[in-house]
């Protein structure tokens, strides 16, 4: 078999070769003629303009949800309103649009995608599209799609144009035979749901691109967030947002987990944080593309204490869904971030009490705004 062996003695010179940094020879992606949708090598959009000092120019894909438009505030006032570009599918509430560039983007369409990504000259991308774990289990054929298919044609426009992109994972990327209390960086991966294969496959294939073609792929593994001005889109931690609105509007809640549930959980505020830093983070500080952050871990019954202590007459009741508590009961009860706290400095500011206030004065506020109106 001459031609094999002569493949993998290229294939075993490319990878021992060094220039990259990373241990590994790399040869940009868009000079190599492997990678699928290719573009030739001297095709002359890739831009050329921007200096290190100039601020990055970037992308929100899947926008709209729970933590996009959060995202893109934190990101304008870092880099300049006109830098950071929101998009979606849906359309856009009028605050949303007025705020900043919007653009309609369609993950499952690459011409569109690579169009928007060469005409605005992005070289940050953040990829926030996707259906999350309770919707995915509803509608596996679409989640399949979005979370694969889509991330599939955001690694290559990233690579084919040189990116630095982040994509999210997530707690649901562990299962039943990873450890859970804590849960490593490094350990089994087995989930259950076609939102965790998707994860994972997503932060395997981030950084199999990094190696094989030097992008610089960024990944976090968020907990379970939980945000005042926006809405979860359809997961297995929404409760744990729920349950504000309802002490406020109505004295009572209906949770969907049994109230021994422990899950990992984080204010939006620290998630976006940790979301910017590890992007700024210097390449050489990064000891692995893909890390573990946590702030906190608790039950739906410790949420309801600590809840009450604001909304005492608040009943809570239980109403157990069965193919949420499957899922909750494969994820990680506590979460081991050290790996991220050692290399690029992450420290959460919020811890249970402190969420529960900031969502009251938050949400509160708000009730007595509705109130007034
Ligand atoms: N919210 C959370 O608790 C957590 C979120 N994450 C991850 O963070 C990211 C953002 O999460 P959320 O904002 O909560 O999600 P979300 O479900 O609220 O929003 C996802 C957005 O993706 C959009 N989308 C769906 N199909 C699309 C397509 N074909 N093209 C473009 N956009 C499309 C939807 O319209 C939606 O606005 C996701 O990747 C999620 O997996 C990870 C762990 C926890
Ligand atoms: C933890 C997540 O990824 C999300 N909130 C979900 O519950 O699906």
């Known amino acids: 078999m001459p031609i094999v062996k002569n493949v993998s003695r290229a294939v075993s010179q490319l990878l021992q070769s060094s220039g990259c940094g990373c241990g590994i020879s790399i040869v940009p992606v868009r000079c190599i003629g492997v990678s699928p949708r290719q573009v030739a090598s001297d095709a002359s959009f890739h831009s050329v303009s921007f200096s290190e000092s100039d601020h990055p120019r970037v992308l929100i894909t899947g926008g709209l949800g729970q933590l996009g438009v959060g995202l893109a505030k934190l990101l304008r006032k870092r880099f300049g309103k006109n830098n950071v570009i929101l998009s979606d599918i849906r359309k856009p509430a009028d605050n949303v649009f007025y705020s900043g560039p919007f653009i309609y983007a369609d993950i499952l369409d690459y011409k569109n995608l690579r169009e928007i990504v ?31 298919t889509g991330l599939h044609n955001v690694l290559d426009i990233a690579a084919e144009h040189n ?18 209390d804590p849960t490593p960086d490094l350990c089994i991966q087995r989930p259950r749901t076609i939102y965790g294969v998707s994860k994972v496959h997503a932060e395997l294939m981030g950084e199999y691109y990094h190696y094989r073609y030097g992008l610089d792929f960024r990944c976090l593994r968020y907990p379970g967030i939980i945000s005042a001005d926006s809405q979860p889109g359809g997961g297995t931690t929404d409760y ?4 504000f609105h309802d002490a406020i509007k109505m004295g009572k809640f209906q949770c969907n987990l049994k109230p021994d549930t422990r899950l990992p959980m984080m204010y939006i505020d620290d998630c976006l944080k940790a979301t910017l830093e590890v992007m700024e983070a210097p390449a050489e500080a990064l000891s692995m593309r893909t890390y573990n952050i946590s702030a906190m871990s608790f039950t739906p019954e ?26 909750a009961d494969s994820w990680p009860m506590n979460f081991d971030d050290r790996n991220a706290r050692r290399d690029w400095g992450w420290k959460h500011d919020y811890d249970l009490p402190e969420l529960v206030t900031t969502m009251f004065s938050f949400l509160g506020s708000d009730s007595r705004i509705a109130q007034a109106n």
């Open 118 to 148: 060469v005409n605005n000259r992005i070289t940050w991308l953040f990829h926030y599209s996707a259906l999350l774990s309770a919707v995915g289990e509803a509608n596996v054929p679409l989640a399949r799609a979005v979370n694969i």
């Open 163 to 180: 990116l630095r992109l982040f994509v999210p994972s997530t707690i649901g990327a562990f299962g039943p035979t990873s450890p859970r």
């Open 240 to 243: 744990a947002v729920q349950i």
């Open 302 to 327: 410790e949420l309801a204490q600590e809840v009450q202590k604001h909304v005492p007459e608040l009943q809570v009741t239980y109403d157990v869904d069965e193919v949420r508590q499957a899922i």
